[in-house]
């Protein structure tokens, strides 16, 4: 299964939100191009912007409405990435080099708040209130969720871990599946719906994300294995481990010899049944958010949908 | 004449928005906020936000709505002297330690973050489209001026500079009392009055801003003299000196050893008439503020207004 069969009904449109980022890089000063290109045009897979158009179809499908919108989704995520990668002084993103350490922390710093601009500019332009409103709110939940991230090493609290992600990472996936329901004019129960998948599928991807950064193969994430762990950020994985028996000897580890205990710690969880927990986790989430679109019409989006958390809950990079 | 006399029209409510920013420091995790205090409460005269006020007492003044506003526009303000602290690698900032000296670069950029998006939060309160698609579109504005600022270094363009400028801070001053207009439901033709004030007054803050780089002690101004020549960032002190006879000499010294360069080039300056003619400018822009305004009606408000512009042409610090 491949996203872009999933995206089949919205395919000729997502190119349309390409284009519109496109612009962005176009309309900035001259020589922060290449930069935002290369943070821009970074290989992602366009989720959150295909999610905002998807669940426009529910109802008076406006793609001239859509577009800034599902752009501005996008451009927030990135915005948020560009940042991280700052904040936590990684090499790399999507297997490439990241921009801080192409351009420097400086340029780093200044072209995420220039994303954030564009994004925020963006989910103006539609012209709506709620979903201008929603947007301010969310972009408040995910810099609570990169602060809680931030301030919280060494939390070995489940519900902490769950609050955290639920900020930064789903709240972005429910606004832009919300987004589309509002933009299209949709029932009020059907915006909650739309709402509450995308909610739902946000926790699951990003736990996903951060089983993959134990289980996967530098060359596959494009990222160090065992990041988390190494800045001191306990994910699902590692909380999970530390509830067994084995984890005192973990702790031991992590708080030890910092490298090389995380790096023993990391070989642990990845051979443990933790690993499978998680992955029971994450289609649980799943389920959640096919259910909260149980009631919407049986068409070829709805599939979509349901494909896309099938396949967010296999991925593997 | 101090600032305090001349928002004696707003005061009272002017501690309201101070509350308000102390909410926000309540409300943040509470990890940071000993950082976001620090950030916030810094001793800055909040001239954009009692702008908002002012400009709100123009017609139906309505301190609910009015408020937030005001607040979000320190907020954004306060998030922007945050990065541009750490993207210039400052240490002080009026006269104490700035975050990214006390807390680390990584802290700086997630807690700037947070602010703007707070200020975007509280924009959106009012509830009115205008006002927070002028915000949205301000934020744009402030960080393309960012980035001008950073990617023209060396710049002896005087247009350059004055679009830079404008960009950066005139375009918040502009929005700060236009979105008092617009809140106030004044008629359009006071909202466009009080946007023009705005911005003439904010090109006119920049100006003394970057006068003040090269004439104050470090002591009142609280950040080392002549930063910006020492970063490459030529503004209008230094760009009508390169103009003048003298101004080969200068440019040779600034090319050859920079620290030396810049400290003789600064004292050239300094001892030229280019910092009178720079108030000359200064004094253009402010009245140019006072013109706009003039046909506002004759209040104590409006007295406050043309009083705070003669404030601006010669504040020390």
């Known amino acids: 299964m491949t996203v872009a069969s999933i995206f089949e009904p919205i395919q000729a449109d997502l190119y349309r939100v390409e284009e519109r980022?496109?612009?962005?890089?176009?309309?900035?000063?001259?020589?922060?191009?290449?930069?935002?290109?290369?943070?821009?045009?970074?290989?992602?897979?366009?989720i959150r912007p295909a999610l905002t158009l998807l669940a426009g179809k529910f109802h008076d499908y406006n793609l001239e409405l859509l577009i800034p919108m599902a752009a501005s989704m996008e451009l927030l995520h990135v915005a948020t990435l560009i940042h991280d990668d700052t904040v936590d002084r990684a090499d790399l993103r999507h297997g490439k080099m990241s921009i801080n350490r192409v351009w420097g922390d400086s340029s780093a710093v200044l072209l995420g708040d220039y994303l954030f601009a564009n994004s925020a500019y963006l989910a103006a332009e539609p012209k709506n209130l709620r979903v201008v409103t929603l947007f301010a709110q969310t972009l408040m939940t995910v810099c609570t969720g990169e602060l809680e991230e931030s301030v919280g090493p060494f939390n070995e609290d489940r519900d902490y871990y769950f609050q955290m992600i639920r900020n930064k990472t789903a709240s972005l996936f429910a606004t832009a599946a919300e987004s589309g329901g509002v933009l299209s004019q949709a029932p009020e129960e059907v915006i909650q719906s739309l709402s509450s998948y995308g909610c739902s599928l946000g926790t699951a991807f990003q736990i996903v994300d951060d089983v993959l950064d134990f289980t996967s193969e530098e060359d596959v994430m494009g990222k160090p294995v065992a990041s988390d762990l190494a800045r001191g950020v306990y994910t699902l994985p590692v909380i999970l481990f530390l509830q067994r028996p084995e984890?005192?000897?973990?702790?031991?580890?992590?708080?030890?010899?910092?490298?090389?205990?995380?790096?023993?710690?990391?070989?642990?969880?990845r051979q443990s049944s933790v690993i499978a927990e998680c992955y029971e986790v994450v289609r649980e989430y799943c389920a959640r958010a096919c259910s909260a679109i149980e009631s919407l019409p049986d068409t070829p989006v709805h599939d979509s949908l349901i494909r896309l958390a099938d396949y967010i809950a296999e991925r593997k990079g």
Chains 1, 2 share one sequence.
Request: glycine share 16%; hydrophobic share 40%.
């Open 247 to 269: 984890g005192q000897e973990a702790r031991e580890l992590l708080r030890g010899d910092r490298e090389g205990g995380v790096k023993a710690v990391a070989g642990m969880i």
């Open 21 to 46: 980022l496109e612009q962005v890089v176009e309309a900035a000063p001259v020589q922060m191009r290449e930069q935002l290109s290369h943070g821009l045009m970074n290989g992602g897979k366009r």
